[in-house]
Nanobody
Framework: QVQLVESGGGLVQAGGSLRLSCAAS????????MGWFRQAPGKEREFVAAISRSGGRTYATDSVKGRFSISRDGAKNTVVLQMNSLKPEDTAVYYCAASLRFGVLRAQGEYDYWGQGTQVTVSS
């Protein structure tokens, strides 16, 4: 089992940046494909970005492409979501997730472990 703890959320003005981190502990980090999801008030949780076990492949949903990037650091057992040019519609609780499957995974059901989430609020 792996434990995931997100950090880095907060309040930022539109156009600003935030860097979310997810620290993984408990098992070999390189055994997990990682992803970020978000849930806005009154909406279902949705996929944001994902990265493969090796870090060699990434994917982001269309609404954040060109603004958000995902990366991982094997030495620190962390996955990072760098968020630039933030918009009010990016306001949500952001969740980190880990999967024992291979590839770049976009479906929530493909993930085995979840963090508790971190709040991101973008003011206009």
């Amino acid at each position: 089992q792996v434990q995931l703890v997100e950090s880095g959320g907060g309040l930022v003005q539109a156009g600003g940046s935030l860097r979310l981190s997810c620290a993984a502990s408990g098992r070999t980090f390189s055994n997990y494909a990682m992803g970020w999801f978000r849930q806005a008030p009154g909406k279902e949780r949705e996929f944001v970005a994902a990265i493969s076990r090796s870090g060699g492949r990434t994917y982001a949903t269309d609404s954040v492409k060109g603004r958000f990037s995902i990366s991982r650091d094997g030495a620190k057992n962390t996955v990072v979501l760098q968020m630039n040019s933030l918009k009010p519609e990016d306001t949500a609780v952001y969740y980190c997730a880990a999967s024992l499957r291979f590839g770049v995974l976009r479906a929530q059901g493909e993930y085995d472990y979840w963090g508790q989430g971190t709040q991101v609020t973008v003011s206009s």
